[in-house]
């Protein structure tokens, strides 16, 4: 069973900086395709950045040039490096694992951005 599990998420001030990390097991973490989406309220889960297996990344037109994916696959963790961060920035951050048919979520990390 694929356990993934975020932490890193908070209360933060506008132009301040979060690192969400997302643990995996359960799984060939190395294969999957992994992504980081957000939902904030009363909108519609959206993808922010997602890397994979091979390195390549990709990123919504909103947060490019402000958050970096990356992934180690030594110790089966994916991270969200987010700076400058704005109000609208402020949601519940998932993790996301693919591979074939799988599709797995982590319970979600609160960020909060706001003075």
């Known amino acids: 069973q694929v356990q993934l599990v975020e932490s890193g998420g908070g209360l933060v001030q506008p132009g301040g900086s979060l690192r969400l990390s997302c643990a995996a097991s359960g799984t060939i973490f190395s294969r999957d395709k992994m992504g980081w989406y957000r939902q904030a309220p009363a909108k519609q889960r959206e993808l922010v950045a997602e890397?994979?297996?091979?390195?390549?990344?990709s990123y919504v037109d909103s947060v490019k040039g402000r958050f970096t994916i990356s992934r180690d696959n030594a110790k089966n963790t994916v991270y969200l490096q987010m700076n400058s961060l704005k109000p609208e920035d402020t949601a519940v951050y998932y993790c996301?694992?693919?591979?074939?048919?799988?599709?797995?979520w982590g319970q979600g990390t609160q960020v909060t951005v706001s003075s």
């Open positions: 996301n694992a693919r591979f074939g048919w799988r599709n797995d």
């Open positions: 890397i994979t297996s091979g390195g390549t990344t």
